[in-house]
């Protein structure tokens, strides 16, 4: 198993009303950060109630990053009816997830031009597709592209994990504040290295 940061993660039961999943660390004082950063290794933040201890090392197990909210989260059954029915044929119509009939929407195919005059055809079944419900993380094919990129982009090590070893994952959400609040608590700052 390869070797994982050390960090923890303390979350204030009174924030979520959860009880917390990780370790708690000892509090330290902002002033504390640069002598840490010096010697390497974890640097303790305190903010908000909550302490977070980083580490730059090369090999990070990321779950530790989500919330205890976000991670006491269970799958619907409703949902995974959805991912069923997507590795389903064609012409089944299932009525478990809610799924419309998709020869009764509006739209049946179009063509979007591009700024630099290209012209995007929609199809008939992708447009179908695209009107449907999908799994809740994302459209399949977009989530394998984006796993791609993040490996060629960054390299996470969590890629190369089994699933029940924190194996990365994508999820495609609605806007960049939904995304954030997976990771963060309601009452927690968030350190960036750059102005945001």
């Known amino acids: 198993m390869p070797s994982r940061a050390r960090y923890s993660l303390h979350v204030s039961t009174a924030e ?59 799958a619907s059954p409703i949902r995974l009816l959805t991912e069923l029915m997507q590795k389903s044929p064609p012409s089944l119509i299932s009525l478990a997830g809610g799924a419309p009939n998709p020869n009764t929407f509006p739209f049946k195919m179009a063509t979007i031009t591009t700024g630099d005059g ?4 929609i199809g008939e079944d992708l447009m179908k597709r695209a009107l449907q419900y999908s799994a809740s993380a994302g459209i399949p094919e977009l989530l394998s592209w984006l796993k791609d990129l993040q490996k060629s982009l960054h390299n996470p090590p969590t890629a190369k994990y089994s699933p029940d070893q924190g194996q990365m994952e994508i999820c495609v959400t609605t806007g960049s504040q939904e995304g954030l609040s997976k990771v963060r608590l309601k009452a927690e700052y968030i350190v960036a290295s750059v102005k945001c």
Do not use: Q
Request: glycine share 12%.
């Open 118 to 121: 290209t012209a995007v055809e």
């Open 16 to 74: 979520t009303g959860l009880a917390p999943t990780v370790s708690s660390p000892e509090p330290v004082c902002g002033a504390g950060i640069p002598a840490a950063r010096e010697r390497g290794g974890a640097a303790p933040v305190t903010a908000g109630g909550s302490c977070l201890w980083l580490a730059l090392e090369e090999d990070m197990n990321y779950s530790h990053f989500i919330t205890a909210v976000s991670a006491a989260r269970k």
